[in-house]
């Protein structure tokens, strides 16, 4: 079983469209988030959701919309995609323990998308 | 920015340990050192995490200095399978809203 899984794997599509990328998790994870990683390999993030509340939200375009409709699904609704929004994007969940504590993250298998 | 620094890549012979250093020199007294790897392309997938004490489990060993600074990622038995990018970050134990970088971190080639 697919732990956290992402749709699509692979988008290519031209500048100006509108898309969006799905995720779930099977975990049972309170927290979800979307990374972006970038050609140099930096993997930063772009958002986070606590039991469908946005916690974290980073300084991304607002082009960029999620949206949790269950705490076990989060979905990223890209606007007026641009050639400089392609990159490989990681949907990832966590934990915390029954003190606290964080067992870290599961992340998908991320979505590769391409702008034209 | 990452708060870890990390050579940026490393080989190491098959079969042999390869040992993977990690510098957190501005770590607080409540975040954990994580470890992670991506093979290819990928999601990273966890390895190992630890707060001051040495940590070990099926997939490696975790050797953090005295004074947290840094730490040492060990694979014991490198296998072609292992030739991947590991990240070391480091991470708040109590909370989901770090803003955590993962990156650039190195990349390991294990060579026949």
């Known amino acids: 079983d697919t732990a956290v899984s992402q749709t699509p794997k692979y988008l290519v599509t031209q500048m100006g469209n509108d898309k969006s990328i799905k995720c779930e998790q099977n975990?049972?994870?309170?927290?979800m988030y979307w990374y972006k990683q970038d050609s140099k390999k930096f993997l930063k993030i772009m958002f986070s959701?606590?039991?469908?509340?946005?916690?974290i939200n980073e300084t991304v375009p607002n082009r960029f919309s999620p949206k949790s409709p269950d705490k076990a699904h989060l979905n990223l609704h890209i606007n007026s995609l641009e050639l400089g929004d392609s990159a490989v994007y990681f949907c990832?969940?966590?934990?915390?323990?029954?003190?606290?504590?964080?067992?870290?993250?599961?992340f998908g298998s991320g979505t590769r998308l391409t702008v034209v | 920015d990452a708060k870890t620094t990390q050579p940026t890549s490393m080989d190491c012979a098959e079969g042999r340990a390869a040992n993977l250093p990690c510098n957190h020199s501005?770590?607080?007294?409540?975040?954990?050192v994580y470890w992670y790897r991506q093979i290819h392309s990928q999601g990273p997938q966890y390895i190992i995490h630890g707060l001051k004490n040495n940590e070990t489990n099926e997939m490696a060993s975790l050797i953090i200095t005295e004074d947290r600074k840094s730490s040492t990622l060990i694979l014991p038995h490198a296998t072609l399978r292992d030739t991947a990018v590991y990240y070391c970050i480091v991470r708040k134990w109590k909370t989901s809203y770090d803003k955590v970088i993962f990156g650039p971190g190195t990349s390991l080639s294990v060579i026949p």
């Open positions: 990832a969940s966590s934990q915390e323990g029954p003190t606290g504590q964080n067992y870290g993250y599961t």
């Open positions: 975990l049972g994870h309170d927290t």
């Open positions: 959701y606590n039991n469908k509340e946005l916690i």
């Open positions: 501005t770590i607080s007294g409540n975040e954990y």
